[in-house]
């Protein structure tokens, strides 16, 4: 199977005739474009006619939830697109708590401290090493922004506890992780593999999501475009199988994390590989090199701060 190169710019993959996720025709509704990265985050890649009614309104329920929640202020001061036509307000209202009495302070767009709570993953998917997902989760959530004056911005609202980041469905983000993947690879591949983690976009199944994504196990391509978002389509090999995975980097020039989906295997339309495949027995750069250095307390880093949380 030849891969294609990472994400560099924007385009539009031919039509597959039918829905991705639930392989029907359309109907009468017939089929619509699928952002693969939603047109929300400014996302450049489209799938013409790759969707159904009945999917999109599935799909566009909990992105809209995750780009409102997780990214909103993110977007905002990036001055990525909105919708309907709406504009960036000039101002924001933060909430600080000051003896126990919660108030919203106003700051103005280049002021605001905007950070939201990412999950930090150092495992690699755990199907890779044929384990279920156990009950007792565990997440590393990052406070994380792309600010480099972050703490500046902070302290600049005075005394207090202020809320920046809002909370949102942990599990739910990564359905939208896997979807972004998804669309990546049936685009790039014409549906020509195996796919496994169609039902978690359809349906809300949980952790269970969990089986299937996991850490940067890749590490950026030499070739990366350098672009606000990444994405890299990989073949790993694991106990006989060739799996089809997708480096998902949202923000990559922002230093975000990455993540590494497995959206299914090769099968016989599949095209043998033209390069060698990953053989992934350690967790990848940014797991393996920054997860550490971020969390030791002699390398303190002014755009993170770690805790740790059971996925309930």
């Known amino acids: 199977m030849k891969l294609p190169r990472p994400h560099t710019s924007a385009r539009t993959f031919d039509p597959p005739e039918r829905c991705i996720y639930c392989g029907k025709p359309g109907g009468e509704e017939g089929l619509r474009d699928e952002h693969i990265i939603p047109d929300g985050l ?128 942990f599990d739910e983000f990564f359905r939208f992780i896997n979807r972004i993947a998804f669309a990546y690879a049936h685009a790039s591949l014409r549906g020509k593999f195996s796919p496994l983690t169609v039902e978690y976009i359809l349906r809300d199944r949980g952790k269970w999501i969990t089986r299937y994504i996991g850490g940067d196990i890749i590490g950026r391509p030499d070739d990366a475009s350098h672009d606000i978002h990444e994405l890299y389509l990989a073949q790993i090999k694991a106990h006989g199988l060739t799996y089809v995975a997708v480096r998902v980097h949202l923000f990559a020039l922002n230093d975000f994390p990455a993540y590494v989906v497995i959206v299914g295997t090769e099968n016989a339309e599949t095209e043998q590989p033209t390069g060698a495949a990953h053989d992934v027995k350690d967790p990848g750069s940014w797991t393996k090199v920054n997860f550490e250095r971020f969390r030791a307390e002699t390398v303190p880093h002014p755009r993170v701060r770690f805790r740790r949380v059971p996925d309930e």
């Open 42 to 169: 400014g996302g450049r890649l489209v799938y013409a006619k790759a969707s159904c009614h009945a999917c999109e309104k599935i799909t566009s329920a909990f992105e809209g939830r995750i780009i409102s929640q997780a990214y909103g202020d993110t977007r905002a001061i990036l001055g990525l697109r909105r919708g309907n036509g709406r504009k960036w307000p000039d101002e924001f209202n933060v909430q600080v708590t000051r003896e126990a009495e919660k108030i919203d302070v106003a700051v103005k767009g280049d002021e605001l401290p905007a950070a939201v709570w990412l999950t930090c993953l150092n495992h690699r998917p755990l199907i890779l090493d044929n384990k279920p997902v156990s009950g007792n989760v565990k997440v590393d959530l990052a406070l994380w922004s792309p600010l480099k004056d972050y703490q500046d911005r902070l302290a600049a609202l005075g005394p207090g506890t202020v809320s920046v980041a809002k909370r949102y469905r």
